[in-house]
């Protein structure tokens, strides 16, 4: 009787005891004794990523040892396979915190000073202290250009995708293929598409508005078939139920589809201004560059964080090069601001949890 | 008694649109038709563009190696055989990254951390790739040349590891070493590994609990689980995923622009400095180009196209006819 009333007692399926831990550990140790002793005593070698891939290597050799030794090879290949996984993980996470890390840290140097949010750059020369200056007239830039371009890209967007997937018909194949084909589009293609037919054809000048069509001819595919994928994620139940009660497709789209989809196609939104934001090659084309705050996108150049910044980057100068890295840090910043809200988004929907 | 007379023509049925839906239908046609007609009409406007540079060079736009369009000299040889030697490097390094990272996520990450996991490798697809290209140009750079020093050292007489200057020089030339192919490969590796990574994860994600339990029952290791379930299911997002960073890393351009020296012939020597991509070489010459160069760098933004979209269609294609594809949008 006791028996039945027991808890089932859930069958342990990865069998690591006290000695497994020891062993990991202690192969870690010795290796890096090993490592040690081999490395900087008595080889003629040096440099501290030679020393960290040796240790892994030998940390490696002895586990995998000490684990064909007490276990024998069906295990010693699962534990292999769980290393290389641990620590390509390990370099990945390395990676990216290093990537954000010494965006940040490198950045901290222009970033601590106000005058780095309120001020633009026409009176800060290359040698000029960060105590003056900024990269005011590079932020505004951004969110002009990308107001443009959500301004543009979204309407439109949604609507194709509406198209796609509540009108249909027989254009609608060809439609999606082609969007489908132009997510495939490299940035610099789509600057230099702008580029020639509004500057050169057009006869247009530099300015924050061309940037933004060429932001938008980058994010229209992007986010016309995410919306799409988001839409068709809604129940055709609700559909049928909307239109059974006697409602017109229209007020079925306005009224449920979209509201349905609302969470989701934030998540898309977001996700596409993401990536329109952070691309630097078409704005490189088409923005100019200008340590001038300007406020009009329709005359004169204006420069977007991304361009701000490789242009800093390319000077010699240490100055403009942390200021190069604060603009970096600054754009960082933003995009995981909207990355978090998009999260947020998706948490709350059903259609963004996808 | 004869037969009833049945009418076996169907009952017509036939329903008007209310006016509402005829304008919503008009607008919502209207609105994919625009659509079509911009990103269509990007493809057709490069493809009149590049016609007369491809008529006037013919194939030996694709033969030629040296840029000088004052000297009546274009090809995209160099330049072609570049973005291929970045984006192999790119894949060769991140494939194996973002294998075992998704692996990783799905297999061996603790429950708690699964979900912080899917969402810091979803973050990094998201990072802009200018921060990668300062990352790689002032953080890596320096420490790399060393590496690429060492490979040349111990692996020198592999053609490809060759460099053309003496490694035991007293002093250290590191100029040889950086701004090559090799570097920007790493930075653009990096960036693509994400794409990859995101989406072999969410195919591994599906794999059917039953044969994973099935797979543990006959007794598998966790190892045993993964080669013979979630790898076979997943084979589809792994080509596509793989295939998808390739499209990336084949596009990239201010990471490159950032870390390459141009250097307009075929450079076998992956170590050594200098390299061109199509999309980096357009960033660099669009500015002094005018009338038919416009034309020649529409012609190499075309080729670079058409391989981008070659290569995501047939992403597309894989991951659609795979088994665990049916379900995931990439």
Same mark, same amino acid.
């Given at each position: 009787?006791?028996?039945?009333?027991?808890?089932?007692?859930?069958?342990?399926?990865?069998?690591?005891?006290?000695?497994d831990?020891?062993?990991?550990?202690?192969?870690?140790?010795?290796?890096?004794?090993?490592?040690?002793?081999?490395?900087?005593?008595?080889?003629?070698?040096?440099?501290?990523?030679?020393?960290?891939?040796?240790w892994?290597?030998?940390? &490696? *050799? $002895?586990?995998?040892?000490?684990? /064909? =030794?007490?276990?024998?090879? #069906?295990? +010693?290949?699962?534990?292999?396979?769980? %290393?290389?996984?641990?620590?390509?993980?390990?370099?990945?996470?390395?990676?990216?915190?290093?990537?954000?890390?010494?965006?940040?840290?490198?950045?901290?140097?222009?970033?601590?000073?106000?005058?780095?949010?309120?001020?633009?750059?026409?009176?800060?020369?290359?040698?000029?202290?960060?105590?003056?200056?900024?990269?005011?007239?590079?932020?505004?830039?951004?969110?002009?250009?990308i107001?443009?371009?959500?301004?543009?890209?979204?309407?439109?967007?949604?609507?194709?995708?509406?198209?796609?997937?509540?009108?249909?018909?027989?254009?609608?194949?060809?439609?999606?293929?082609?969007?489908?084909?132009m &997510? *495939? $589009?490299?940035?610099?293609?789509? /600057? =230099?598409?702008?580029?020639? #037919?509004? +500057?050169?054809?057009?006869?247009?000048? %530099?300015?924050?508005?061309?940037?933004?069509?060429?932001?938008?001819?980058?994010?229209?595919?992007?986010?016309?078939?995410?919306?799409?994928v988001?839409?068709?994620?809604?129940?055709?139940?609700?559909?049928?139920?909307?239109?059974?009660?006697?409602?017109?497709q229209?007020?079925?789209?306005?009224?449920?589809?979209?509201?349905?989809?609302?969470?989701?196609?934030?998540?898309?939104?977001?996700?596409?201004?993401?990536?329109?934001?952070?691309?630097?090659?078409?704005?490189?084309?088409?923005?100019?560059?200008?340590?001038?705050?300007?406020l009009?996108?329709?005359?004169?150049?204006?420069?977007?964080?991304?361009?701000?910044?490789?242009?800093?980057?390319?000077?010699?100068?240490?100055?403009?090069?942390?200021?190069?890295?604060?603009?970096?840090?600054?754009?960082?910043?933003?995009?995981?601001?909207?990355?978090?809200?998009?999260?947020?988004?998706?948490?709350?929907?059903?259609?963004?949890?996808? | 008694?004869?037969?009833?007379?049945?009418?076996l023509?169907?009952?017509?049925?036939?329903?008007?649109?209310?006016?509402?839906?005829?304008?919503f239908?008009l607008?919502?046609?209207?609105?994919?038709?625009?659509v079509?007609?911009?990103?269509?009409?990007?493809?057709?406007?490069?493809?009149?563009?590049?016609?007369?540079?491809?008529?006037?060079?013919?194939?030996?736009?694709?033969?030629?190696?040296?840029?000088?369009?004052?000297?009546?000299?274009?090809?995209?040889?160099a330049i072609?055989?570049?973005?291929?030697?970045?984006?192999?490097i790119?894949?060769?390094?991140?494939?194996?990254?973002a294998?075992?990272?998704?692996?990783?996520?799905?297999?061996?990450?603790?429950r708690?951390?699964?979900?912080?996991?899917?969402?810091v490798?979803?973050?990094?697809?998201?990072?802009?790739?200018?921060?990668?290209g300062?990352?790689?140009?002032?953080?890596?750079?320096?420490?790399?040349?060393?590496?690429?020093?060492?490979?040349?050292?111990?692996?020198?007489?592999?053609?490809?590891?060759r460099v053309?200057t003496?490694?035991?020089?007293?002093?250290?030339?590191?100029?040889?070493?950086a701004?090559?192919?090799f570097?920007?490969?790493?930075?653009?590796?990096?960036?693509?590994?994400?794409?990859?990574?995101a989406?072999?994860?969410?195919?591994?994600?599906?794999?059917?609990?039953?044969?994973?339990?099935?797979?543990?029952?006959?007794?598998?290791?966790?190892?045993?689980?993964v080669?013979?379930?979630?790898?076979?299911?997943?084979?589809?997002?792994?080509?596509?995923?793989?295939?998808?960073?390739?499209?990336?890393?084949?596009?990239?351009?201010?990471?490159?622009?950032?870390?390459?020296?141009?250097?307009?012939?075929?450079?076998?020597?992956?170590?050594?400095?200098?390299?061109i991509?199509?999309?980096?070489?357009?960033?660099?010459?669009y500015?002094?180009?005018?009338?038919?160069?416009?034309?020649?760098?529409?012609?190499?933004?075309?080729?670079?196209?058409?391989?981008?979209?070659?290569?995501n269609?047939?992403?597309?294609?894989?991951?659609?006819r795979?088994?665990?594809?049916?379900?995931?949008?990439?």
């Open positions: 009787m006791t028996t039945l009333l027991d808890e089932p007692v859930r069958r342990q399926l990865r069998i690591v005891d006290v000695e831990r020891a062993g990991l550990v202690g192969s870690a140790v010795a290796g890096l004794s090993l490592t040690w002793v081999f490395y900087n005593r008595i080889l003629p070698t040096e440099g501290t990523l030679g020393f960290i891939v040796c892994w290597l030998s940390f &490696t *050799a $002895l586990y995998l040892l000490y684990t /064909g =030794l007490r276990r024998g090879r #069906v295990v +010693l290949t699962d534990r292999f396979a769980v %290393l290389l996984a641990h620590s390509a993980a390990a370099l990945v996470g390395i990676a990216l915190t290093t990537v954000i890390g010494y965006t940040l840290i490198r950045g901290a140097r222009a970033l601590i000073h106000t005058n780095f949010f309120t001020q633009d750059l026409r009176t800060a020369g290359p040698l000029e202290p960060l105590s003056s200056g900024g990269a005011l007239h590079a932020l505004v830039g951004t969110l002009i250009q107001s443009i371009a959500i301004a543009i890209t979204l309407p439109l967007g949604i609507l194709c995708a509406v198209y796609l997937t509540e009108v249909g018909g027989r254009a609608s194949r060809l439609v999606r293929s082609v969007v489908e084909a &997510t *495939a $589009l490299p940035s610099i293609v789509a /600057g =230099l598409f702008a580029y020639v #037919v509004l +500057l050169i054809g057009f006869g247009m000048r %530099l300015s924050g508005f061309v940037a933004a069509m060429a932001i938008s001819v980058m994010m229209l595919p992007i986010i016309a078939r995410s919306s799409e988001v839409l068709r994620l809604v129940p055709s139940g609700l559909r049928e139920a909307s239109l059974a009660l006697g409602a017109t229209w007020r079925t789209v306005w009224s449920v589809v979209l509201p349905t989809a609302r969470p989701g196609l934030a998540t898309a939104l977001v996700l596409g201004t993401a990536r329109g934001i952070g691309e630097t090659s078409p704005v490189l084309l088409t923005a100019g560059f200008t340590t001038y705050l300007n009009n996108p329709f005359s004169g150049p204006m420069v977007s964080l991304p361009l701000f910044t490789f242009k800093m980057s390319q000077s010699p100068e240490p100055n403009y090069i942390s200021r190069a890295f604060g603009a970096a840090a600054l754009l960082l910043v933003v995009v995981l601001l909207l990355f978090a809200f998009s999260r947020w988004m998706a948490g709350r929907g059903r259609s963004g949890s996808r | 008694m004869s037969e009833p007379t049945v009418d023509e169907p009952r017509k049925l036939r329903s008007s649109l209310a006016p509402s839906d005829l304008i239908r607008v919502a046609r209207g609105g994919g038709g625009l079509l007609l911009i990103t269509g009409g990007i493809g057709i406007f490069l493809a009149y563009q590049a016609k007369p540079t491809l008529q006037t060079y013919g194939w030996k736009f694709f033969t030629e190696q040296s840029w000088q369009p004052e000297a009546n000299q274009i090809g995209v040889a072609l055989f570049g973005t291929v030697v970045v984006a192999t790119a894949i060769a390094i991140s494939f194996p990254l294998v075992a990272t998704a692996l990783y996520i799905t297999e061996w990450a603790p708690g951390l699964k979900k912080s996991l899917v969402a490798v979803d973050l990094m697809v998201a990072v802009p790739s200018i921060v990668y300062l990352w790689g140009f002032f953080l890596l750079q320096p420490r790399v040349i060393h590496l690429s020093r060492w490979i040349t050292d111990f692996f020198g007489w592999i053609p490809i590891f053309d003496d490694p035991d020089a007293a002093v250290f030339d590191g100029a040889t070493y701004s090559s192919a570097i920007a490969g790493i930075v653009v590796a990096m960036m693509v590994m994400p794409i990859a990574c989406v072999m994860r969410e195919v591994f994600d599906q794999t059917p609990a039953g044969e994973r339990e099935a797979a543990l029952a006959l007794g598998s290791t966790s190892w045993g689980v080669r013979a379930v979630v790898l076979p299911f997943g084979r589809g997002g792994i080509i596509g995923g793989t295939m998808l960073g390739l499209g990336r890393a084949l596009g990239e351009t201010i990471a490159v622009v950032m870390i390459v020296s141009p250097l307009f012939e075929i450079n076998w020597h992956v170590l050594q400095s200098g390299s991509t199509i999309s980096s070489m357009i960033a660099l010459r500015g002094e180009a005018q009338g038919s160069q416009l034309n020649a760098l529409m012609a190499a933004g075309l080729v670079l196209f058409v391989i981008t979209l070659i290569v269609l047939i992403a597309g294609f894989v991951v659609a795979s088994r665990s594809g049916a379900g995931t949008e990439i």
